[in-house]
């Protein structure tokens, strides 16, 4: 019998094959002591497998280039963490084997990350998948990861980690569904730039029988178990049209009445830059920069291993527009030469523009690359800072532009609410807005972006976020100044109208979604897009402000 279930959708497509689950690793090690004099050998073990380990993760984000490699990178450094290597190695001393110790001191670490709300509790997945893969690889079994198959089948998941997300084969993993995460966590992100569909935060996936057949919709959030017929020949029949309609897409971004709506790519590095441009982007919203930092946490890379990755990524759209957000450290992507290394609360303390303030010769250092990187290209390239608070954040950026002889427009990213509310007075340091939705959502209710159980809070329909962003924008046309979204919100087709009808000038998303935002923004005109803006921001719920915007944009 057919029943429904829902979850949220993270990732656009239709999909409809057997369900097969996730494997996992043996997770707890059984408890025995071993003799003092085996301590130094089982302290050897110990550190091979966290090296292997952190060897493949670092081998998996080569393969998978783009975002995937910056996560899979800070991943493998989680891996090599000295205090967690020094706690495993105190517990051998004292009679542990090498796999209970590093479970235990794992356990450790995670358990006082989630008791102290701390940023990086958001990163369970990522943490337990580390401590996983070291545990599997001392006791012998199999690695945790995705299943078996010779046929297509769609995934189900407690949460993936961005190891087993990156390397997904689309041609076997019709789509995922997982129990946990949420919509801008790291697997919806990447399943984003996989363009597989994907459903995160369903309670009771796990509970789907291995073999049963379902359908999902990426779009909704809905999962079909045990589909009809006439079920899956409608799902079938809207996946071929929306086939149709993205094949028969292209050209600029704008409304049916001709309001033009850049459509720009978010990229972590060059490796994203050939995905872009097939998807028609029209340049680069965010440019993010810390791939090239992950390589060493140790030491800031060189102003010529900079200007190259920059250039080569400015190449690719000539015409076009570049906006690189400067580097974005602290939190979940801690850097040893940048960041403190005993904050109670990172997401709140010295990151992103702070760290760079603390540290202006790393900041001069990449303005001068980026500079070099545009000199003698037509590329309109615009820069901006993370976690910009006030005007004083804005000027002290502009500022340093400046000193670094960087011809470019000077921006600041709207992720603090602070920044939206006093938009105007940012706006007289710099030349633009770019809202990031996604830290814009977690700093605005307390609801950290990685974590399941707050996945409401997260949601970019949410009616006081679109209050911001609406403030936000309103700012940018009363100075004259552009204000984009380059967080996720901007990949739903539907919100991206809304986003329009906010005041929103340009929308940068994964290239998988450009087609699809604007294949959606031709059907509806600006007066219809401001119309369904409206009646969302009256609303009291996200679930409410997406079903008002779509009673608008239906004609209902």
Same mark, same amino acid.
């Given at each position: ?124 997945? %990522? ?43 689309? $041609? ?5 569904? $997982?129990?946990?995460?949420?919509? $801008? ?71 049916? %009445? ?30 993010? $920069? ?267």
């Amino acid at each position: 019998m057919e029943t429904t279930l829902r979850g949220v959708g993270v990732s656009h497509g239709v999909a409809i094959g057997e369900v097969r689950h996730m494997g996992t690793a043996v997770l707890e090690p059984p408890a025995k002591q071993i003799p003092a004099e085996e301590a130094e050998r089982e302290q050897a073990r110990a550190r091979r497998a966290v090296e292997a380990v952190a060897a493949d993760l670092m081998a998996r984000g080569n393969l998978a280039g783009g975002e995937a490699q910056a996560v899979l990178e800070a991943q493998a450094m989680m891996a090599q963490d000295p205090e967690l290597i020094a706690d495993v190695e105190r517990r051998i001393a004292v009679g542990s084997t090498a796999e209970r110790a590093v479970y235990d001191a794992f356990a450790s670490y995670r358990a006082l990350l989630a008791g102290a709300g701390e940023y990086l509790a958001g990163r369970v997945a %990522d943490l337990d998948d580390v401590r996983n893969r070291i545990v599997a690889r001392l006791l012998g079994v199999p690695m945790p990861g995705v299943p078996d198959s010779d046929e297509p089948y769609i995934l189900i998941a407690r949460d993936l980690a961005p190891a087993d997300t990156a390397l997904l084969d689309p $041609t076997l993993v019709l789509g995922f569904v $997982t129990e946990e995460g949420g919509p $801008t966590s790291h697997s919806a992100i990447l399943a984003r730039a996989l363009g597989v569909p994907a459903i995160v935060a369903l309670h009771g996936a796990g509970e789907l029988g291995e073999g049963t057949e379902i359908a999902i919709d990426g779009s909704s959030g809905e999962v079909f178990v045990d589909p009809s017929a006439e079920k899956r020949a409608a799902l079938e029949a809207d996946a071929a049209a929306r086939k149709a309609a993205l094949s028969a897409s292209s050209g600029p971004g704008a409304t049916s %009445d001709g309001h033009t709506v850049p459509l720009l790519a978010n990229i972590g590095g060059p490796g994203d830059v050939a995905a872009a441009v097939e998807a028609g982007a029209e340049g680069v919203g965010l440019f993010r $920069t810390e791939f090239l930092f992950l390589d060493d946490s140790a030491r800031a890379p060189s102003e010529e291993k900079q200007t190259a990755a920059y250039r080569q990524v400015l190449e690719a759209f000539p015409q076009g527009r570049v906006v690189v957000r400067v580097l974005d450290a602290g939190a979940d992507k801690p850097l040893e030469f940048l960041t403190p290394a005993d904050e109670p609360n990172p997401a709140l303390g010295v990151r992103g523009l702070r760290s760079l303030l603390d540290h202006p010769d790393v900041l001069r250092t990449q303005l001068t690359a980026l500079a070099r990187a545009a000199e003698g290209l037509p590329v309109h390239l615009e820069v901006m800072a993370p976690m910009v608070a006030d005007r004083a954040d804005a000027k002290a950026f502009a500022d340093a532009c400046r000193e670094a002889g960087l011809h470019a427009k000077f921006g600041a990213m709207v992720e603090i609410p602070s920044a939206a509310l006093r938009a105007r007075s940012v706006l007289q340091e710099v030349e633009f807005l770019s809202l990031g939705t996604n830290d814009l959502a977690q700093y605005t209710f307390a609801a950290d972006r990685q974590v399941g159980a707050v996945s409401r809070l997260q949601d970019p329909w949410q009616p006081a976020l679109l209050d911001l962003v609406a403030m936000a924008a309103e700012a940018g046309r009363a100075e004259g100044k552009s204000c984009g979204v380059c967080g996720e919100a901007a990949s739903d087709p539907l919100l991206a109208c809304v986003l329009t009808g906010l005041g929103v000038t340009s929308l940068s998303m994964g290239a998988a979604s450009i087609p699809y935002v604007r294949t959606t923004l031709a059907k509806y005109t600006l007066a219809q897009c401001e119309r369904a803006a409206a009646a969302a921001r009256a609303t009291e719920s996200a679930d409410e402000a997406r079903a008002a915007a779509q009673a608008v944009l239906s004609g209902e």
